[in-house]
């Protein structure tokens, strides 16, 4: 026959790894690969992006799942940290929060040298001690205690000195002092007794009047009296309290000086602890040994006061970010970049109805712990959790970190606001994503481009080279070292090696996605196991591609049981006019497969042009809707030279009911459309794929091997009768990597594999008939798919131009209306 130059030979159906390349028996005699194949593009990026320390050189690592690179990243990253060690020797800091007297809302934030932080805290923790007991002491003294009650007793003398002087002089007036409630009051005096209110108001008038003139003149001087007594009071109380400064002061001068010397070299220390003396100076009631009620003092809350029972907890040090144990430049990967995960938060305690904070409930965030590191985070998530990616992009650029309140950031209302003063960093920020997503941010963001310099692209897939083939057989021998699992024959690195050109569908390519190769890797050595052999053979790893298909293949069980009973129709055998079986793929995310289904095309006289019935019904994507008119520009080129091409032509995905997507049908298409011009039948034993362009030539497609495996389970659940196959595209051969079932039908001459590069060569393997090549004079040759086609073509325009007058209106019209 003469399609049978079409059909592919069998050493090019699929590329079979000869075991005997490998120069070991078994994996235990390698050494376990310790670097990484096929990555040099994104291993440069990544080690130009670790080591260039100018401003915006953060990375954004792109590829697909699976590629190694969290694990690259973290071990370049290690390496740098490594030689960082050795060369730079650069120390980190801790950061530590203080209280702020000054502003006592917003925390101050010092840097220490990487390990003091933890003994600047103890330092400040026993001073804070060593001053709650010194004062105590010194207030509870009995010298102190004699003191005080011989001041007061003094004052109280002085006092009571005045008070019986002028009560002796209202007396020789004639009036008695008296102390009321609401203050001194003067009471005439009559024969040495008070007078009464009743005999006072019975006096004459001139008398009372005397007597009232009396009375203002000796209160005038009570109340200069009881001024001059305020004031001794008022001294007293002063001579009392520079008693306590100067008791507070011999006794706490000696603790302060320490550490005053200790940190003379840092600003902010110093300045914390003069405040915090002087504070203690003016504060010095919460040392008494009587316990008072709080109350607010110099801007602390009552609750703050209250912490814990000791006065002086809210001054504690909060080691914000301690990096004593670091050996190197932190390393942090933030599995969950929320906003208080990445940027830190305020913790809150209840006390007395409500929600309290203070500066020694800052929590540091990932960003933070990071400092002087490198940070790794996921891009999908940063993107996805409110507020984080535009609170990132600002931390970058400003170089530093704000710990806000979440409910600030969505706008509600934060119970208590603390703002603590920004964290400074200066962290290399390492986003993990995928392609797509770096070229949406590279187009719809501005700044990403500023901040994001270094992009590092991982390859899905690596050349099948023998120095690839080694890496792979040593990349498993490492982890069946480092998982303790049973090693591979060289059978079984060979299959996995077949596995790894079949996951990316080209016969010169290997998947670079490990985590799949493990994944294979480890359920092969499961059935070794399960058989009790000592080696993982190529059996195991077949064993377990096939159960593992077996797994997730119920949908495509379903259909093809669909297709059996005869629900879906589907043709295996015969031959019809103007319909042909098309392939298609479903891609349900955990398994692909291939499903035939019946293309039917019906032509007509009319202008209409080919009309889509799934773009009628909204059925189809904009790439099929293409396709689908890339079919009218072929058929202009090539049969409408000499008259205008004037046909209605419908083309229908026969029992779908879901969105048809891509251009793979488009040649499929033309088939039926071509058979139906014709009027010449297509097997139906033949299943077609493939793209056309408007030259007729056909063009590779996606999920080759999967679409001929569909067809081929088809044919062998309906009865194969020896004439059944695929029509492919040419281009499409080095993707074959066909599963063994179907090479070996292919071998017995059970099912055929045709590979055709023009429309004009697949219509001669479907229709039996050779669509024909122009002579000189433009005819085709007689009794050719393209004469056939070009005559009915002429014969519709024909028909058309006799209906239509030169105007181009009905003639039945122009009758009508004359």
Known sequence: MAIKKYEVPINKLRWECD??????????????????????????????????????????VAGLTGTGKTSVVKTYIQRLVERKKVEEKRQLEDWCYLYNFTDSDRPQIISLPQGKGKPFRNQISNLLQKLKEGLTRAFSSEEYASERKKAAEESQARQQK?????????????????????????????????????????????????????????????????????????????????????????????????????????????????????????????????EEPPQAVLGVAPGQIMGGGDPLLPFQVNIFVDNSAAEGPPVITESNPNYTNLFGKIERRFLFGGYLSDHTMLKPGALQMANGGYLLLSASDVLTNPSVWPTLKRAIRTKEVRIEDPFEQFGLIAPQGLKPQPMPINAKIILIGDGMLYQLLSMYDEDFWEIFKVKADFD?????????????????????????????????????????ARVVGDQEKLSSRFAWIKELVEEAEFWARRDGASLVNAGHVEEAIEERRFRHNLPDERIRELIERGTIFIDTEGEVVGQVNGLAIYNLGDVMFGKPSRITCKTFLGRSGVINIEREAQLSGRIHDKGVLILSGYLGWKYAQEHPLSLSASLCFEQSYEGVEGDSASSTELYALLSSLSDVPIKQNIAVTGSVNQKGEIQPIGGVNQKIEGFFQICRTKGMNGDQGVVIPKANLRNLMLRPEVVEAVKEGKFHIYAVSTVDEGIEVLTGVPAGKRRKDGKYPAGTISRKVADTLKEMADKLKQFYGPSGEEKTKNKQSS
């Not at 099948?464 to 049973?486: M, P, Q, V, W």
């Open 162 to 290: 005045l008070l019986e002087e002028t009560a002796e002089v209202a007396q020789r007036q004639g009036f008695q002092l008296q102390m009321t409630s609401v203050g001194p009051a003067l009471f005439p005096v009559v024969d040495g007794k008070a007078v009464s209110q009743a005999d006072y108001l019975a006096l004459d008038k001139s008398v009372r009047n005397k007597i009232e003139k009396k009375r203002n003149d000796i209160l005038k001087k009570v109340r200069a009296t009881f001024e001059k007594m305020h004031e001794i009071e008022s001294q007293t109380a002063e001579k009392l309290q520079n008693t306590d400064k100067t008791v507070a002061d011999f006794t706490i001068s000696r603790l302060f000086q320490n550490l005053l010397n200790a940190y003379k070299d840092s600003e902010k220390i110093i300045r914390y602890l003069n405040d915090l003396k002087s504070f203690t100076l003016n504060n010095l009631n919460i040392f008494k040994e009587k």
């Open 460 to 500: 899905f897939q690596l050349d099948r080279t023998k120095s690839n083939l080694k890496a792979f057989a040593a990349f498993i021998a490492g982890y069946c070292e480092d998982c303790e699992l049973h090693h591979f024959d060289r059978t079984g690195v060979a299959k996995v090696a077949e596995y790894a």
């Open 19 to 60: 075991p005997n390349i490998f120069e070991f028996n078994h994996t235990k005699n390698l050494a376990p690969l310790r670097e990484f194949v096929g990555q040099d593009r994104a291993i440069r990026a990544i080690e130009f992006g670790l080591s260039m320390d100018r401003e915006g050189y953060n990375i954004y």
